[in-house]
């Protein structure tokens, strides 16, 4: 039941939805532990919502958010590859600073939307004002004002028992001659979600499903098969053993002197190691004594 994503629709209103359960964030992305609560909560949020726009889109689609805060957050981002591959990391500016969402949020601040279709397309990024309640508030704006599409999006995380966990819900109105009709069931709706404790969201024991069925029982809804999520980056140690060729031999060799080559994947957070084996399968011929 974790990892996963399940879409759903509505069959008496023009409303379609997902819920996303990420459960053991930090097994996979160490970066959502690494900082403060605000930022860990933010990175998780731009995961969240990073798969949801991926998994929104008709076609396949690489996805990436980012934050750009003049005052305390250099770059945050987070990214959802074509195959629902997810990663994040953040980079501030003064990494002993206590920030708060309130820092984030000042004026200034940016919340930019890159897309990159499959098959080498043109990619296009929108940018609006980061909100000042939330980043989930931000992808409601970028869905109001980019698509003039009627948008409810939730996220809740916590961290219990070292343990990271998000979920997510996202409803949006579909295309109608006459949304109107159904402004009295969308503000419903909302309604509804307001009301969901985010207990509910995490019980591992209550199916998705039954969750939709519990919340919506005036309404007929109908779930579609789950689409799982990933974690691990592709070609990440092969990136890392391009960059140690870039530098050379004779400046692999000089950092060996000190023990194994160290370098951290951004995106996950986590450690590669590189002994003298590794570095000198690399050169090759070239490797000498």
């Known amino acids: 039941m974790s990892n996963n994503l399940l879409p759903f629709v509505f069959d008496n209103i023009p409303v379609r939805g997902k819920i996303l359960h990420l459960r053991g964030l930090e097994n996979y992305v160490p970066s959502v532990t690494q900082h403060n609560k605000t ?4 990175l998780s949020e731009l995961l969240t919502a990073a ?8 076609n396949a689609s690489d996805v990436t958010l980012q934050i750009h805060s003049p005052k305390s957050v250099g770059l945050m981002v987070a990214n959802c ?4 591959t997810l990663k994040a990391y953040a980079d501030l500016q003064d990494k002993e600073q206590d920030v708060t969402y309130a820092d984030i949020s ?3 601040s940016l919340f930019a939307l890159t897309i990159k279709p499959a098959a080498n397309q043109q990619s296009y990024q929108s940018l609006v004002e980061l909100d000042k309640v939330s980043i989930s508030s931000s992808l409601e704006k970028y869905f109001n004002d980019s698509f003039q599409k009627e948008t409810y999006f939730r996220v809740y995380t916590e961290e219990k028992d070292g343990v990271v966990n998000c979920s997510a819900i996202f409803l949006q109105m579909l295309p109608d001659e006459t949304p109107e009709e159904y402004a009295d ?3 419903r709706l909302n309604l509804i979600l307001d009301t969901l404790h985010p207990a509910e969201m995490f019980d591992i024991s209550l199916k998705k499903e039954d969750l939709l ?3 919506f029982a005036e309404d007929k809804v109908r779930v579609f098969e789950r689409q799982p999520l990933k974690f691990d980056p592709h070609g990440t140690r092969k990136r890392m053993q391009n960059a140690l060729i870039k530098l050379g031999v004779d400046t692999c060799k000089e950092l060996l002197e000190e023990g194994p080559i160290e370098m951290v994947c951004e995106f996950s957070g986590k450690t590669h190691t590189f002994d003298a084996v590794d570095v000198a399968a690399l050169f090759g011929t070239d490797w000498k004594d």
């Open 185 to 187: 069931d969308w503000h």
């Open 213 to 215: 069925l519990r919340l």
């Open 51 to 58: 798969a949801v726009v991926s998994h929104d889109l008709k």
């Open 81 to 84: 590859e074509e195959d629902g």
């Open 39 to 42: 930022i860990n909560t933010c």
């Open 106 to 108: 000042v004026d200034g």
